[in-house]
Nanobody, 122 residues
């Protein structure tokens, strides 16, 4: 599966952005789809995932970010509200078949595409 993320940009703190991931080659219904983010010098960290229709969020984004998917369109979105400067990162869309206990581990995902950059100004 090939993945292409889009929707990043510059936004003020408290604002919103919606990231979108377009998949091609295979249907996303066969994968756990996730968003990870990375800042320079740090490891890529888990943000959110959707698996069999269930959603999972990293603690720092709970109540602010929401992941969803449209199987018919083969897309996965990440709605980001109440953005904070610490959300600034490059965001990556990833696909894989992790077991539940590995859901938050980047190494459990075999597919990802170019990231989209999100900058939140204070």
């Amino acid at each position: 599966v090939q993945l292409q993320a889009s929707g990043g940009g510059l936004v003020q703190a408290g604002g919103s952005l919606r990231l979108s991931c377009a998949a091609s080659g295979r249907t996303i219904s066969r994968y756990t789809m996730a968003w990870f983010r990375q800042v320079p010098g740090k490891e890529r960290e888990f943000v959110a995932a959707i698996r069999y229709g269930n959603t999972y969020n990293e603690d720092s984004v709970k109540g602010r970010f929401s992941i969803s998917r449209d199987v018919a369109k083969n897309t996965v979105d990440l709605q980001m509200d109440s953005l904070k400067p610490e959300d600034t990162a490059v965001y990556y869309c990833e696909a894989g078949t992790p077991i539940l206990s590995n859901l938050r581990q980047n190494t459990a995902y075999a597919h990802w595409g170019p990231g989209t950059e999100v900058t939140v100004s204070s």
